[in-house]
T-cell receptor, first 113, second 114 residues
Framework: DAGITQSPRHKVTETGTPVTLRCHQT?????MYWYRQDPGHGLRLIHY???????DKGEVSDGYSVSRSKTEDFLLTLESATSSQTSVYFC????????????FGNGTRLTVT | TQLLEQSPQFLSIQEGENLTVYCNSS?????LQWYRQEPGEGPVLLVT?????EVKKLKRLTFQFGDARKDSSLHITAAQPGDTGLYLC??????????????FGTGTRLKVLA
């Protein structure tokens, strides 16, 4: 299995508080992705990175920011959490290229009360 | 906006039955991938189809890429309880920066009863 670690695995936080989720890889892959998974929506892309300090928005980026200061770490920050951001968040990595597979972490379950 | 729609959304069948899951789009994709996800885990790649009309087999699973590269199907023969899970299709999306972002379908949740 690809070396991907997400932390924390579970988090409960209150509305309005900042939250940071971490994704760490040991594969030296160029691409890293953050998705959220909600019933009936499959996986929706939040942000992704194609290199250190190189990031781009996905389809549901509002309310989220990301940072990648080194190859192995990709951080997702909710500046002021809302109940609509309650979800399961998945990090994925890829070498890049049209046919390159994505390798996923085991997810972070975030509950915003 | 590129979208991938999957059908059916839910499927509950008896062990030994056959089934087909569909992944459709109005956009052309250079390739499509299929993933399976089990509870509490991230999705795992099953296959990538690249050429229009391509058929790939993985044991009892048969994957097909449409001739026009706008759709794909997954057929499972003689389903087993171990096939239970969420099946997701995914394709490389268009980005203005020329980088690779992957779009996922809405998913098909399969339950195979013993």
């Amino acid at each position: 299995d690809a070396g991907i670690t997400q932390s924390p695995r579970h988090k409960v936080t209150e509305t309005g508080t900042p939250v940071t989720l971490r994704c760490h890889q040991t594969e030296n892959h160029r691409y890293m992705y953050w998705y959220r998974q909600d019933p009936g929506h499959g996986l929706r892309l939040i942000h992704y990175s194609y290199g250190v300090k190189d990031t781009d928005k996905g389809e549901v980026s509002d309310g989220y920011s990301v940072s990648r200061s080194k190859t192995e770490d990709f951080l997702l920050t909710l500046e002021s959490a809302t109940s609509s951001q309650t979800s399961v968040y998945f990090c994925a990595i890829s070498r890049g290229g049209n046919n390159s597979p994505l390798h996923f972490g085991n997810g972070t379950r975030l509950t915003v009360t | 906006t590129q979208l991938l729609e999957q059908s059916p959304q839910f499927l509950s069948i008896q062990e030994g039955e056959n089934l087909t899951v569909y992944c459709n789009s109005s956009s052309v994709f250079s390739s499509l991938q299929w993933y399976r996800q089990e509870p509490g885990e991230g999705p795992v790649l099953l296959v990538t189809v690249v050429t229009g009309g391509e058929v790939k087999k993985l044991k009892r699973l048969t994957f097909q890429f449409g001739d026009a590269r706008k759709d794909s199907s997954l057929h499972i023969t003689a389903a087993q309880p171990g096939d239970t899970g969420l099946y997701l299709c995914a394709g490389p999306g268009v980005s203005t920066s020329g980088t690779y972002k992957y779009i996922f379908g809405t998913g098909t949740r399969l339950k195979v009863l013993a």
